[in-house]
């Protein structure tokens, strides 16, 4: 069973920056394709970002391409989003979620299997 533990997250203004981190317990998180999610109240879950085991492959919601960006160390099985230029429609939990590799990057959420708890961002105006 893998245990995804993120953190990072916190009350930032409009504009700034966070960088949430979201480490794996699996010794084997090189083989899963890791994702970003957030969850505003009200709303469904929706998809953020996602990155191959690889590292070279990542994907992005139109939402936050060009200020958000997703990677990871394999080495330190954690998986990172840094967020730039963060507006108040960013206030959200974030999930990561991971899924082993199937050689197809997906944005589906239910294709992803494993969860951490979440950390809360709240970018005020």
């Known amino acids: 069973q893998v245990q995804l533990v993120e953190s990072g997250g916190g009350l930032v203004q409009a504009g700034g920056s966070l960088r949430l981190s979201c480490t794996a317990s699996e010794r084997t998180f090189g083989s899963y394709d890791m994702a970003w999610f957030r969850q505003a109240p009200g709303k469904e879950r929706e998809f953020v970002a996602a990155i191959s085991w690889s590292g070279r492959t990542t994907t992005y919601a139109d939402s936050v391409k060009g200020r958000f960006t997703i990677s990871r160390d394999n080495a330190k099985s954690t998986t990172y989003l840094q967020m730039n230029s963060l507006k108040p429609e960013d206030t959200a939990i974030y999930y990561c979620?991971?899924?082993?590799?199937?050689?197809?990057?997906?944005?589906?959420?239910?294709?992803?299997?494993?969860w951490g708890q979440g950390t809360q961002v709240t970018v005020s105006s």
């Open positions: 979620g991971g899924t082993r590799a199937t050689g197809v990057l997906t944005r589906i959420l239910n294709r992803y299997d494993y």
